[in-house]
């Protein structure tokens, strides 16, 4: 028998159109804390749109959202949202300064005192396994790295909420095992996760909850 | 002509005090024009570059075409707001310095917008989500896009400058071409070359081209590191 979690966020009128055309329509979505969750779909059905606007990356006028009990609008995207949930793109961009200094972007945005961001980016360089990349230049990183480097980048401000946008596309073998590896990790440490993902063995992971994206609709399995 | 450019170069090493006066009051005037158009320069290309909004278009185009104003219709105008009766008059700018330096600004202004504008845009909009994303407020998110575009940003401050110190037109009005106060690189090549005098003229000249050079080389090695990069936190 499953126990319900409590509830992180639930967003209501999740709706998004280009023009005449509509993406999806969905009356409400509910994710509970310390859960994870597969987004699935055919191309093109608006899974990693979803994931942008739950990240404030895309504007929805419309959308209500209760977040840890609080009552808020997505857009614009409150401080509160801001700080309490994280996405990472597909191909994650580094920005041009060091590892070390990527992974650190979150906690200097929020104030962290630089000694307590050392410790910390330290600590999430270990859990990626990238340590020994500290100082090196990011835009020489491979697909892996730079996805191991996103996930330390976005755990490491403790999010309530982890929306990973296809974070196995395009790599393969070793790289591809060490990321898939991760990612119960995250849930472990109490974040919220929903991957929107293709990979079969991401979508097969014990506890995953299944979310699946069809026709405008959001299917829950 | 040879013997116009010997003499230039005469003139040149032999540290004639006018002339070096004439390339200081010009380097002067053009980088304090420039650092005042630089702030809000670089706000706005980086607010149109990121924001939709009703008229942006209109804003783009605006900007676009204030790189082609010619500089001495910006004199004009600025002659008729600071002189005596004008609006500004009371500053008592024309045939100053500070009246320089405000025609600098004004022509620098569109070039350093025009150019951020261009950088930001040319920029992964990832970076922009990315710092979103991990939670940085809009000033941090402004930030770092300029970071990211840091050499496109150099570009537009190196083009800048080579627009307003090689310009004539606003500085020879608004200014004068007084000796020893208001007289620039450009306005002493024209006033000298009427009078044919032209060994001061070529000397100026030198000193323009290598400024140029040198700025531009500036630009070169930056633009080479950021295709080679080294590890930096």
Known sequence: MSVALPALLTVHRLRKAYGERLLFDIERLDLERGAAYVLTGANGTGKSTLLRMLGGLERCAACQVEFEGQRLPLYPYPKQLR????????????????????????????????RAVRALVE?????AGVTHLRDNDPAR?????????ALARARVVNPRLLLLDEPTANLDGEAREQVIALIPTLVESGASVVLACHDRDLINLPGVRRLKLREGQLEVR | MLDATGNAFALLFS??????????????TSLLGLMLAAPPAVLLGYLIAMHRFPGRR???WLAQAALSLPTVLIGLLLYLMLSRRGPMGGLEWLFSQPGIVLGQMIIGLPVLLAFTLAAV??????????AIAHGAAP?????????????????????GFGRVISEVGCALMVGGNIEGQTRTITTAIALETSKGEFAQGIALGIVLVTLALLMNGVLVLLQGEAHNPGARL
Do not use: C
């Open chain 2, 121 to 130: 845009q040319a920029l992964d909009a990832r970076h922009a989500e990315t």
């Open chain 2, 15 to 28: 540290g004639d005090a006018a002339l070096w006066h004439i390339v200081w009051v010009s380097i002067k």
């Open chain 1, 141 to 149: 990183l491979s697909g892996g790295e730079k996805q191991r480097v």
């Open chain 1, 83 to 114: 700080h309490g949930i994280v996405y990472v793109h597909q191909h994650p961009i580094m920005f041009s300064t060091s590892v070390g200094h990527n992974i650190a972007y979150g906690l200097l945005a929020r104030g962290v005192p630089r």
């Open chain 1, 123 to 127: 600590e999430a360089m270990m859990w």
């Open chain 2, 58 to 60: 209109i804003a783009v």
């Open chain 2, 139 to 159: 000033l941090r998110v402004m930030l770092t896009v300029l970071h990211e575009a840091r050499y496109g940003v150099m570009a537009a401050v190196i083009s």
